[in-house]
């Protein structure tokens, strides 16, 4: 029997112009194209690194 992989539900709601090349990284990384562009991603520690790391621009729920 396979364990079910949590998910997440990642927005991005404010803007990624003006933000530091890092911070760009993470929201390429986690594949955020516009405001209001949502996806659905593994629950894992890398993933969760890039979401504090920038989570003043993201909402976040359970999928």
Same mark, same amino acid.
């Given at each position: 029997?396979?364990?079910?992989?949590?998910?997440?539900?990642?927005?991005?709601?404010?803007?990624?112009? /003006?933000?530091?090349? /890092?911070?760009?990284?993470?929201?390429? /990384?986690?594949?955020?194209?516009?405001?209001?562009?949502?996806?659905?991603?593994?629950?894992?520690?890398?993933?969760? /690194?890039?979401?504090?790391?920038?989570?003043?621009?993201?909402?976040?729920?359970?999928?």
């Amino acid at each position: 029997m396979t364990k079910k992989q949590k998910q997440l539900k990642v927005t991005l709601v404010k803007s990624k112009y /003006g933000r530091v090349k /890092g911070h760009l990284d993470c929201v390429r /990384g986690l594949g955020l194209r516009r405001i209001r562009h949502s996806v659905v991603l593994e629950d894992t520690s890398s993933i969760r /690194g890039m979401i504090n790391k920038i989570s003043y621009l993201l909402k976040v729920e359970e999928a």
